[in-house]
């Protein structure tokens, strides 16, 4: 081990729930932190989003679960039902054994809300939060990372994070390779609970099956909000068409689904439309003292609700990996990077 040093310089690109994670995760082991974020300001754009156990124990780890949970809903249930015939297929009981069994609860959260939760996270704890900052290139130089920019301004630093996300600029220094569309298109929505909604699924997570199409429903922001989202292949897709998967394709492929269904459609914004892309798998994610994390490392479809998850579990193992290698209870030796990621 070299001379322990006071403290290690890391810079994360991407500002979104990865790289505000894993910001905030090596803070907490005691980094110097800085994140760069291509937009003037920080936000999120989406409606809601699932966060099973997996995640919540991250939140919970770094002291965030209590303020997730100020503004999230924790469902009693996960209920399938057949989407032709409204047929119950299953549920799971998400409260009581189901939280003592994982260690924290099953929670859902605007995507707005969990990314305010992170940001002021990241705040409090002192990283230091740059917008308009738009990076080409990361190279390694001397054992330092060296990122780019295009304002002509370089960062350098111990380690670079790269969480930009699906269309990644880092990306291509591990692999050469491209998003991979998947014909599915989702709309989402959310909507005010008044006093005419239906009151019967208000407390649970639901989801709907049909042949080739799902739809999910469940409340937001402790109940004030209705969040939708309908996820269908798309028929012009298949036929090789550029634009695909508009609004007159969300009506025909529900046109067999049970009136709930149909009537939850009404709750979509059908302003925009969100084409479902993944990448292929690769086996590494690093180069030199950059690592890719969250959807720049691992994009995946919605089918398991894990995009968000998987970042927050990154950040976590991030944050353990360099725990006793770069961050000891000597010191901190930014040369351990080289084997921590």
Sequence with gaps: MSDPKSSTEVLVIG????????????????????????????????????????????????????????????????????????????R??????????????????????????????????????????????????????????????????????????????????????????????????????TENTPKADLEDVIVYLGPDCHLVQYPLRKGELLNTVAVFKSASFERGEEQYGGVDELEAAYKDCVPAVQEALKNLATGIRWPMYDRDPIENWVAGRMVLMGDAAHPMLQ??????????????????????TVFTADGVNPAAWDGAI
Excluded at 130 to 157: F, K
Aim: aromatic share 4%; proline share 4%.
């Design 15 to 90: 500002g979104g729930m990865a790289g505000l994670a894993g910001a905030l995760a090596l803070r907490e082991n005691g980094a110097e932190v800085t994140l760069v974020e291509r937009a003037p300001e920080f936000g999120e754009v989406g409606a809601g989003l699932q966060m099973a156990p997996n995640a919540s124990r991250v939140l919970k780890r770094w002291g965030l679960l209590e303020k997730a949970l100020e503004i999230g809903v924790q469902p009693r249930h996960l209920v399938f039902r057949d989407a032709v015939t409204g047929e119950e297929l299953t």
């Design 92 to 193: 799971q009981t998400l409260g009581g054994e189901f939280e003592e069994r994982y260690g924290a609860p099953y929670v859902v959260i605007h995507r707005s809300d969990l990314h305010r939760v992170l940001l002021e996270g990241c705040e409090a704890a002192g990283v230091k939060l740059v917008n308009d900052v738009m990076v080409e290139s990361v190279e390694t130089v001397n054992g330092r990372a060296v990122a780019h920019t295009a304002a002509g301004v370089d960062y350098e630093a111990d380690v670079v994070i790269g969480a930009d996300g699906l269309k990644s600029t880092l990306r291509p220094l591990v692999a050469n390779d491209e998003p991979v569309p998947s014909a599915y298109v989702a709309y989402r929505g959310t909507v005010p609970i």
């Design 303 to 324: 089918y398991l609700a894990q995009g968000a998850c998987q970042a927050l579990e990154d950040a976590a193992v991030l944050q353990d990996v360099s725990n006793g």
